[in-house]
């Protein structure tokens, strides 16, 4: 995302919401005031063109990019990428419409990306593709899907398969981490791959289970051992419900392990140690209210209660400065 400055953000909301300058800086400044100086006068800027309707970002650029490059929205894109897998065509039927759509996923050097087409004559192509083809992708656009940034083909799209004078080296490998979407908590849906940055507002005491010492997985209930190792020790590891608030809306979010440690900040001894004593876990409650957090995690959907929540991957600690940016690229997704 290239970075505005103050004075190009104020000139975008006096032409788009045809307002004062003099207006403009009175609600800069209050959102500075509310904020307690929390954020730039550039992130104040953009808070009060959000609130006005105000489009300060352009729309991204087509042309040849890489997997990684991809932005939501973006459109007429071209890519070229080595196809890993094909998940085939099939039929399907909507209120709306009813048709074909194929689908398959290419990597390049940055990524890997799910291909979606619906154009009916490209469908051709899609029967004709192999693994390891070399595709350029041509005429795209960018979209969601789960939580997933895809390459979607439309009518006037192309796939040339294995374009004379076009090689592609590298390619990522399949099962590495998905990349997440940076998201508001108001904005998540179930299945989610995705990021929030936001504050715990409540902290639940830590769980305990039973876990296999070899794997870490959870032992069957019933014969206290792992399903793969037969032999392996069992030990108590933690589990963590918090709720996280981002002020669009909050989550409840579930740590086990590694990411219960991190979000508490102590070690599954110190965890273990907690267990039934209660002051010293108040104590941990009064530290940890307020934290301002990065969570990133998968969203699942609490069959109990028909709520969504995360199981987090990633626990990282934010400064004020991330915030503003976290802010930034929510308002591009948003758009
Ligand atoms: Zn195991």
């Known amino acids: 995302m290239v970075g505005l400055t103050y004075e190009q953000i104020v000139e975008k909301i006096k032409i788009q919401a045809k307002v004062s300058e003099d207006e403009i800086k009175v609600r800069v400044n209050e959102k500075l005031d509310k904020l307690s100086n929390l954020i730039s006068k550039e992130g104040a800027a953009h808070i009060v063109a959000n609130e006005m309707g105000v489009k300060v970002f352009e729309a991204p650029k087509g042309g040849r990019i890489k997997i990684k490059e991809m932005q939501l929205m973006q459109r007429n894109i071209e890519i070229l990428g080595k196809v890993q897998k094909i998940y085939g065509i099939r039929e399907f039927k909507t209120q709306n419409r009813e048709g074909k759509v194929g689908s398959f996923l290419i990597g390049d050097d940055t990524g890997l990306s799910r291909v979606t087409v619906w154009d009916e004559p490209l469908m051709i192509d899609v029967e004709r593709l192999k693994e390891d083809n070399t595709v350029l992708i041509k005429g795209a656009y960018v979209k969601e899907n789960n939580g997933y940034k895809e390459i979607h083909l439309g009518s006037g799209a192309q796939i040339l398969i294995n ?93 086990f392990r590694d990411q219960a440690e991190s979000l508490l900040d102590l070690n599954n001894e110190k965890l273990i140690a907690l267990k039934d004593n209660f002051s010293d876990f108040d104590e941990l409650r009064a530290k940890i209210l307020g934290k301002q957090l990065k969570i990133t995690g998968r969203v699942v959907k609490n069959e109990m209660f028909g709520k969504l929540e995360m199981v987090a991957n990633n626990v990282e600690k934010v400064n004020p400065k991330e915030l503003l940016n976290e802010l930034k690229t929510t308002e591009e997704v948003v758009r």
Do not use: W
Not at 199 to 207: G, S
Not at 239 to 253: K, M, P, Q, S
């Open 163 to 255: 374009p004379p004078g076009e090689t592609i080296d590298n390619v990522v490998q399949v099962g590495q981490k998905p990349e997440a979407i940076v998201k508001q908590i108001s904005q998540l849906n179930e299945r989610d791959f995705a990021a929030v940055t936001g504050t715990i507002v409540q902290v639940f005491e830590p769980k305990f289970y039973e876990a296999c010492s070899e794997c870490g997985k959870k032992v069957n209930p019933e014969t206290g051992r792992c399903k793969e190792h037969l032999s392996a020790n069992k030990q108590l590891m933690p589990v963590v419900n918090i709720i996280f608030d981002d002020g669009t809306e909050n989550i409840r979010i579930v740590a």
